[in-house]
């Protein structure tokens, strides 16, 4: 799958999450995990009208960013598999360093964090450099 169907699949998918919202039972976080709000949105306070929107937009943004990020790692080495049975192999992910607000990349062998795309070093190295130079930018673009 290229860039562009990974983006247009986030598309549906976030449009699915959209209708979800204005359904009369909310999913909201609540007490560092998920749960159904009792009261249509209509009822609720504006403050947490505007969080809810902020938390969409947020997740919008990691689920589409993970999408980027994976769909450019298959594109670059379309034959690496993790396989987490195997604890020698070491599983690349790409992070943000807040110290210099710049990509770099890291590793974990046995640990699976739900949602993030992980792939070889050679991959990751070239991930990293593409969007460290612009090359290669991550975002939900309307």
């Avoid at 799958?1 to 990974?6: A, Y």
């Avoid at 909201?28 to 949105?41: C, K, T, V, Y």
């Avoid at 949602?115 to 612009?134: C, D, F, H």
């Amino acid at each position: 799958m290229n860039i562009q169907e990974n983006i247009d699949k986030m598309k549906l998918e976030l449009a699915e999450m959209e209708k979800q919202l204005q359904a009369e039972k909310q999913i909201e976080l609540r007490g560092g995990g998920w749960s159904l709000a009792e009261e249509p949105i209509d009822n609720r306070t504006n403050g947490l009208l505007r969080a809810k929107e902020h938390l969409v937009i947020e997740m919008r943004d990691r689920i589409v960013t993970s999408s980027q990020i994976e769909a450019r790692a298959r594109e670059i080495d379309p034959d690496w598999v993790t396989d987490w049975d195997n604890l020698d192999q070491k599983k690349y992910y790409i992070c943000l360093l807040n110290t210099n607000n710049r990509y770099g990349k890291d590793w974990h062998t046995s640990i699976q964090d739900i949602g993030t795309p992980y792939m070889s070093k050679a991959t990751a190295r070239q991930i990293v450099t593409e969007l460290n130079e612009g090359r290669f930018v991550l975002g939900y673009k309307e």
